[in-house]
């Protein structure tokens, strides 16, 4: 049985393909950039072992919708579409640990007096007592970005 004839082909210029090898080569490129690099090299045209998408996915270890997507972005828009990482503009906000009203309570308490025995507030003071009267889960780093974002100075 004979599958469907794919709508979109790759075939890679030797350009291509070299600078696809030099990516997948260097240590900083993420793991979605690599795939999508190791996913148009096994499916490439002008290279005699072209592989179907079912084996491209079970060798690579990704999904066939994602092969497709990679394989689609690549013919309607170019290689240089593919090796950039797409990001939600609001990714970075769903992440947050510390939200508006919460990021407002711990600068008001930076604001008052520091604790019984010591001079000023510190990153590590307000991070514990927000642990204790706020129920923070977030870090000491997630409070002093958080403070150095807002200007905020503890001294």
Known sequence: MAGRRRKYKVALTNTERNRLKEVVRDKRTSNTIRNRCRIL???????????????????????????????????????????????????????????????????????????????RWTVKLLTEKARVELELSAGEEAVRRMLKKTNCVLT
């Open 41 to 119: 090299l096994a499916l490439d045209e002008n290279q005699t072992s072209a592989t179907t998408y079912d084996d491209c996915a079970y060798y690579l270890g990704v999904s066939k919708p994602t092969i497709c997507n990679v394989v689609k972005c690549y013919a309607l828009e170019g290689i240089d579409k593919v090796l950039v990482r797409n990001r939600n503009i609001n990714s970075d906000n769903a992440n947050r640990k510390i939200d508006g009203a919460l990021e407002a309570r711990i600068i008001a308490m930076a604001c008052s007096n520091p604790p019984e025995g010591h001079a």
